[in-house]
């Protein structure tokens, strides 16, 4: 444990971002698995649940969360199922 009065500050706030990152990587994923089944069981609302979680993986990066470029390897997998789908 740290002694420095700063250091004990910085223990608690790294422990609280990184719980507000869990909270978002786990929103991300559940978004994720939803646009997948969604596509797998044909839903009529494919596509709308595809926007949302791209929307989901837009400010996962921009939060710094995941990086940019698997966002964006996240997002060309996705709209690949859904254009295979139609």
Do not use: F, W, Y
Request: aromatic share 0%; glycine share 2%; net charge positive.
């Amino acid at each position: 444990m740290p002694n420095i009065k700063s250091a004990k500050k910085r223990v608690k706030v790294i422990a609280t971002k990184t719980m507000q990152n869990r909270a978002v990587n786990s929103q991300l994923k559940t978004q994720i698995k939803k646009a997948n089944a969604a596509i797998e069981n044909n839903a009529g609302d494919k596509a709308v649940v595809v926007r949302a979680a791209m929307k989901k993986i837009d400010q996962a990066a921009a939060k710094g969360i995941i990086h940019k470029n698997n966002a964006a390897h996240k997002k060309a997998a996705l709209d690949k199922k859904l254009n295979a789908s139609a």
